[in-house]
């Protein structure tokens, strides 16, 4: 059984790091797509280190969080170096086509039609914004998943302002004119 105090020690850490931790990782993934395995990552270490050591042990939630953080994103790229040797990232089809294994993804298996459609033109915008730069993805991360405001990104990505709203809205009105 899981002590309570251990998860809300954990809630409370993850709600005051968070944002932070994922702009860390934001501005230091090689890719815009390892940026929720490698945060998924460093909170199931945190819970994992909860446990082992007791809600007494973390004095600086900040920078614990940040350290594991930086170790996983080491990690993640090493371990990822090392298993392309031996496991191929891509295959063939039946058809001959080659697919990635990281543009795999669950079909859908009963759905209604309006969740669907908001599906395609999600999966749509997505396959949009991949062919951008990579600082242009992490500037619409930042913006709309990690909710930060255009003066934290340019702090985080250490851009000028003008720079990550140029980013931002030029790829806004692409990605709309793209959609209709």
Same mark, same amino acid.
Do not use: W
């Given at each position: 059984m899981v002590d309570p105090n251990i998860t &809300? $020690?954990?809630? %409370?850490? !993850?709600?005051?790091?968070?944002? =932070?931790?994922?702009?860390? /990782?934001? &501005?230091?993934?090689?890719?815009?797509? @390892?940026?929720? @395995?490698? &945060?998924? %990552? =460093?909170y199931t270490e945190l819970y994992k280190l909860l446990c082992k050591r007791g809600v007494d042990y973390i004095q600086n939630e900040y920078a614990i969080t940040l350290r594991i953080a930086k170790h996983k994103l080491y990690k993640h790229y090493s371990l990822k170096e090392r298993l392309r040797l031996f496991i191929p990232m891509t295959f063939k089809k039946e058809d001959g086509d080659e697919v990635s294994i990281a543009d795999l993804e669950a079909e859908v298996s009963s759905a209604e039609e309006e969740v669907v459609i908001n599906q395609l033109v999600v999966e749509k915008a997505r396959q949009f914004l $991949? *062919?951008?730069? @990579?600082? =242009? #993805?992490?500037?619409?991360?930042?913006? !709309?998943? =990690?909710?930060?405001? /255009?003066?934290? /990104? &340019? *702090?985080? +990505?250490?851009?000028? %302002?003008?720079?990550?709203?140029? #980013? +931002?809205? $030029?790829?806004? #009105? %692409?990605l709309r004119a793209h959609l209709q």
């Amino acid at each position: 059984m899981v002590d309570p105090n251990i998860t &809300a $020690r954990f809630n %409370e850490i !993850y709600d005051s790091t968070y944002k =932070v931790v994922l702009s860390f /990782i934001t &501005a230091r993934c090689k890719k815009t797509d @390892d940026i929720s @395995d490698v &945060a998924q %990552e =460093v909170y199931t270490e945190l819970y994992k280190l909860l446990c082992k050591r007791g809600v007494d042990y973390i004095q600086n939630e900040y920078a614990i969080t940040l350290r594991i953080a930086k170790h996983k994103l080491y990690k993640h790229y090493s371990l990822k170096e090392r298993l392309r040797l031996f496991i191929p990232m891509t295959f063939k089809k039946e058809d001959g086509d080659e697919v990635s294994i990281a543009d795999l993804e669950a079909e859908v298996s009963s759905a209604e039609e309006e969740v669907v459609i908001n599906q395609l033109v999600v999966e749509k915008a997505r396959q949009f914004l $991949r *062919q951008k730069p @990579d600082d =242009v #993805k992490k500037v619409f991360n930042l913006f !709309y998943d =990690v909710e930060l405001s /255009i003066p934290e /990104i &340019a *702090q985080t +990505l250490s851009m000028s %302002e003008s720079n990550v709203k140029h #980013k +931002l809205y $030029r790829t806004l #009105k %692409e990605l709309r004119a793209h959609l209709q």
